[in-house]
């Protein structure tokens, strides 16, 4: 399926986190309204994100929305202990593992076109919740702490991983607070001249 994108946002919910559990993490903007508020706005956002949403023992229709808040918010709160370095929460941490054994399905070998080959289960085709878990585990695994930030935008809610080689990355987005900050700073320039 082809969803309309506009570089960061994908069917006007933002994705530019660099990593699908940072994009999940983001699915209430402050600016924006909480996109999963509805089984509705649940499957849009699982077809936004390439996940299938009737895969796993539960799926998009099963998925209770109160348990996609929950690690919705463990993972926010995850975010700034990664970023923070501190201790996160035990019962963030236990909210994970339960997706993480949910979602585990051991390797399967089968034999095809004359040898033996290992079948590994495909994010997309696990449960939504614990494809995002796992994201965050291979995530917290390896990554570097200074490059999770905030948007620069005291007045935006959005995280992000900065993948960008030298690290400088300060807007969620450049199409959204980058140019607003733009527009902003030149008309301060601007009204400095004229001041003078
Ligand atoms: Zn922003």
Known sequence: MTTPQDGDFRDGMPFLGSRLWIDFANSAPVALGDFLATPEGWARWLAAAGLKAGGGPKGAAGADLAEVHALRAALS???????????????????????????????????????????Q??????????AIATDFADFAAQHESARLRHCANPECSLIFYDTARNGTRRWCSMSACGNRHKVRSHRMRAAKLECS
């Open 77 to 119: 709160r995850l975010f700034d202990a990664l970023q923070t370095g501190s201790r996160p929460a035990a019962s963030d941490l236990d909210l994970v593992n339960q997706y993480l054994a949910a979602g585990a399905t051991p390797p399967r070998l089968s034999w095809r076109d004359g040898g033996l080959r290992v079948e």
């Open 121 to 130: 289960q495909e994010a997309g085709d696990m449960d939504p919740l614990a």
